[in-house]
């Protein structure tokens, strides 16, 4: 049984912003029966004495936590590698230095637009935009590598390239592109939001040969599909895919929930992933690695001959295996085919 690559761990629902396109639907509001010092403390002594994640300490805002790099410490003395994710607007002089000394190996901004017009609109609160890139600004006086995190909609589609531009101009380490996916928020904005099918391959099939002059780390997330354009394009040159020249997307997979990532709620509750609302289990009433290694829900997840329609006949499941948020939010399925992929596999256009 392999352990969890990443691990995302939502400390507090509670946050400074109100994002469009939220996945938590946080507010600036007091949550109940988040879990305590001692509860984190406790999990993750189970967690670094079986596997070995990149634990990203996320919210809502996870600078809302008090005890935020009590927790930061205490995993990496454990061993554990630890990111933030964080929309960078509460990050001041000193948290920046206390960011640096808790141990933290990266951190991750929200930026959804090249400007403050775009961005502001996203996360609801104008001024946004300019106290995130003061705190990535303070980041990195403090030694602390950054990313930027972009999430793709209609809205600011046709930005990618000048958002990229903006990461570098701001010395990230990485820009990571995440496809919108329908859940929390991102419902509401679903049906005037959501790139079409053919805007999303457009997407993919540009992102693949800009990574190859892009400066920076930059990765495609939430789009499974990706995994299948460059096997695709790299065919199409007449080459293989390696790691030594294209990373980790020649040696992973699309959709990892379940299986190589997980995501721990406010509350304690374990999901296959952020977007996905379903429960494996509680770390209040189940030892974590029980619920890795023994859930239904992830058992599922694992098994790809379960999945279903086109993505169950598709011949690049193994790379791929479909967005399985978006396919319960189109179905109520979790294995399901996915609802924003456009290609048709082989054995259907065959048959």
């Known amino acids: 049984m392999n352990g969890p690559r990443l691990i995302f761990w939502e400390l507090t629902k509670r946050c400074n ?3 469009v396109h939220c996945r938590a639907e946080s507010y600036d509001k007091e949550y109940i029966n988040e879990l305590s010092t001692q509860q984190i403390h406790y999990v993750i002594d189970t967690i670094a004495g079986n596997y070995r994640p990149i634990i990203v300490l996320t919210g809502g ?6 005890d935020l790099f009590d927790i930061a410490g205490y995993a990496h003395k454990k061993g554990l590698p630890i990111a933030l994710a964080t929309n960078g607007t509460l990050i001041n002089e000193q948290i920046a230095q206390q960011i640096k000394a808790s141990g933290f190996q990266r951190v991750s901004i929200s930026i959804d637009g090249p400007d403050a017009h775009t961005h502001d609109a996203f996360r609801g609160i104008p001024g946004s935009f300019d106290k995130a890139l003061h705190g990535a600004l303070l980041l990195q006086h403090a030694g602390v590598p950054f990313q930027f995190n972009t999430t793709i909609t209609k809205r600011n589609v046709d930005s990618i390239e000048d958002i990229l531009k903006l990461a570098k101009e701001k010395c990230a380490a990485a820009l990571h592109i995440f496809m919108l996916v329908p859940v929390g928020c991102g419902v509401e904005i679903a049906d005037t939001d959501m790139l079409s099918k053919e805007q999303y391959e457009e997407v993919l099939h540009w992102f693949y040969h800009k990574t190859k002059e892009a400066g920076i780390e930059f990765k495609a997330t939430c789009a499974p599909h990706y995994y299948r354009i460059i096997r695709q394009e790299a065919k199409k040159e007449g080459r293989t895919l390696t790691f030594e020249t294209d990373g980790l997307a020649a040696v992973t997979r699309g959709c990892l929930a379940g299986s190589g990532v997980c995501f721990i709620s406010h509350r304690g509750d374990v999901q296959p992933c952020g977007y996905l609302p379903l429960v494996a289990g509680n770390v209040l009433q189940t030892p974590f690695n029980r619920i890795w290694e023994s859930s239904e829900l992830f058992a599922n997840l694992r ?12 011949e690049y499941k193994a790379f791929c295996a479909g967005c399985r948020a978006r396919a319960y939010y189109a179905t109520g399925d979790y294995m399901d085919e996915e609802p924003y992929c456009m290609y048709e596999p082989k054995r259907m256009t065959h048959a």
């Open 303 to 314: 098994d790809l001959s379960k999945l279903k329609g086109k993505c169950g006949l598709c």
């Open 61 to 66: 805002e996870p600078l809302y936590r008090k």
């Open 17 to 19: 912003l109100r994002c």
